[in-house]
């Protein structure tokens, strides 16, 4: 079946740092790939996304590229701020009714 | 735009009481909607799929006559948990789908259901 694997957290991160948090997945055929952002206390909200390969997904600083021939679609901000601290979650979408299947989440905590 | 509610934000109950769970589009119709379970530092488990006027989608290892899904219109879907148990206690979100646009989800801030 279909899965999402991101990096554990916490990712621990001071301000204007690099950000990187890794995602692979596993699915048949040519799935859609999202990033969702959940801030502390609010629903998720869709940070990116890309829907074929070589597509790269970009909004608020964050950018991911899918990559097929890795299976990856890895989220990347050159410099973090501390209201980017959040959970993160990576997901893909294949077949129909466009469920989402996620990857298990990581924290991202940005210090000043 | 593309706002959904859920509601309530919270809810204590005891056990073998049932629980109803609100999740509304307030500004745009949704034929699909999603129900998702999240446990502590986990990721999101779809339970099922409500689909406006027809029977739910559940997942494999949901439990549908625990976990009833009416979907009766096109902007408000629930979700009522039955003779609740304090294995049920978790965090609740709801996805609502665009019929029109983009086609993206739009997540609910989620219920907290805690049982005694």
């Known amino acids: 079946g279909n899965s999402v694997t991101q990096m554990e957290g916490p990712v621990t991160l001071s301000e204007e740092a690099f950000l990187t948090i890794n995602c692979t997945y596993t699915a048949t055929g040519y799935p859609s790939l999202f990033w969702y952002v959940q801030y502390p206390g609010e629903g998720l909200q869709l940070l990116l996304k890309a829907t074929k390969a070589d597509d790269k997904g970009s909004n608020k600083g964050f950018e991911a590229t899918y990559r097929k021939e890795t299976t990856s679609f890895h989220l990347e901000k050159g410099s973090v701020q501390v209201s980017d601290s959040a959970v993160y979650f990576c997901a893909l979408s294949a077949g129909g009714w466009g469920k989402l299947q996620f990857g298990a989440g990581t924290q991202v905590v940005v210090t000043p | 735009g593309a706002v959904v509610s859920q509601h309530p934000s919270w809810v204590i109950c005891k056990s073998g009481t049932s629980v109803k769970i609100e999740c509304r589009s307030l500004d745009f119709q949704a034929t699909t909607m999603f129900w998702y379970r999240q446990f502590p530092k986990q990721s999101l488990m779809l339970m099922a799929t409500?689909?406006?006027?027809?029977?739910?989608?559940?997942e494999q290892g949901v439990e549908k006559d625990k976990f009833l899904i009416n979907h009766a219109s096109l902007t408000l879907s629930t979700l009522t948990v039955t003779s609740a148990h304090p294995e049920d206690s978790s965090f609740y979100i709801c996805?609502?789908?665009?019929?029109?646009?983009?086609?993206?989800?739009?997540f609910g801030p989620g219920t907290r259901l805690t049982v005694t």
């Open positions: 996805s609502a789908r665009q019929d029109r646009g983009p086609n993206e989800q739009y």
């Open positions: 409500s689909n406006e006027g027809s029977k739910a989608t559940y």
